[in-house]
Structure formats: structure tokens, C-alpha cells
């Protein structure tokens, strides 16, 4: 099923699923979001709130890599998303 994700080939998806291993040990997305450090952290300190959210990283490295390859490729050689990129901006 990790194959039907657009640039994840079998090495990055078997990358992805060693890392994961049980998906059933996750009880919600969150969890597995938090695990990978794709979360977002929220600086803040008295009255003041960074409008930037960031990725918090506290997670593994080695499941943050393969979607991130997979996104930077797709930006690169996929018109598409290259256009939705550019628009986030």
C-alpha cells in the first residue's frame, strides 16, 4: 500500500516499514506523526507567539528521510506539485 504513494520505490518503502514496524502499536496518526517528528512545535514565551511553526525533530530521523526524498523529487521533476510548492511559499 506504501507503493501507491507518489516517489516511494520499494527501497524507501521498506525503509519506512522497518522503522514503523507494527502500525497496529500507534493507536492514532498523531502518535505516528510524533514518532516520525513531522509535528509541529509552537515557540512561545509569555505574550509573544512565533507565527512559524516548525517540525519538531524529535523523532526519527530515518522514517523523516524517505517522504522527504520523495517530496523533493516530486517538487524537482513533477510540474504539479513543483506549482503547489511554489504557492505555500
Excluded at 25 to 42: C, E, M, Q
Excluded at 44 to 56: I, K, L, V
Aim: charged letters at 20%; a positive charge.
Amino acid at each position: 500500500m506504501i507503493h501507491t504513494v507518489p516517489g516511494i520505490s520499494s527501497i524507501p518503502a521498506a525503509a519506512i516499514i522497518a522503522e514503523v514496524g507494527d502500525i497496529h502499536r500507534f493507536s492514532n496518526a498523531r502518535k505516528l506523526v510524533a514518532y516520525a517528528g513531522i509535528d509541529a512545535t509552537t515557540t512561545q514565551s509569555g505574550e509573544f507567539t512565533d507565527a512559524r511553526n516548525r517540525m519538531s525533530k524529535r523523532g526519527s530521523p530515518k522514517l523523516r528521510m524517505p517522504p522527504w526524498l520523495a517530496a523533493a523529487s516530486a517538487q524537482r521533476f513533477n510540474p504539479d506539485s513543483d506549482v503547489s510548492y511554489e504557492a505555500e511559499k
